[in-house]
């Protein structure tokens, strides 16, 4: 019982990093990251790293707890005559966009 529990959850890991590496896709961010240190020694480079690993686990954690409410805060929110969902990703990938843009390019 404890091996197929053991079996079950190795097989669900390794499904999960299956799906997430595409989208993380570190090996196209590291450049990135590489680019826009430049210049900075080691010890805020090390920091930095662990700062967006950080934020990067707390994002993937608060969307997984958010969207398993999704169904229960659909039947809330869709009678209401709300926005569709796609509406709703679309608009919150615009301002994630917009907000990123405005920290990279100077100001």
């Not at 686990?57 to 999704?70: A, T």
């Amino acid at each position: 019982m404890l091996s197929e529990d053991i079996r079950q959850f190795s097989g669900a890991l390794l499904l999960i990093i299956a799906a997430l590496l595409p989208i993380v896709n570190p090996v196209a961010s590291a450049p990135v990251f590489l680019s826009m240190t430049h210049g900075a020694d080691s010890r805020t480079r090390e920091a930095l790293a662990a700062r967006i690993a950080i934020n990067a686990g707390l994002l993937l954690f608060l969307s997984m707890v958010i969207g398993s409410f999704e169904s229960k805060a659909q039947k809330i929110v869709r009678p209401s005559g709300s926005l569709s969902r796609n509406a709703c990703r679309a608009s919150a990938s615009l301002m994630i966009a917009v907000r990123g843009a405005s920290r990279v390019s100077p100001s």
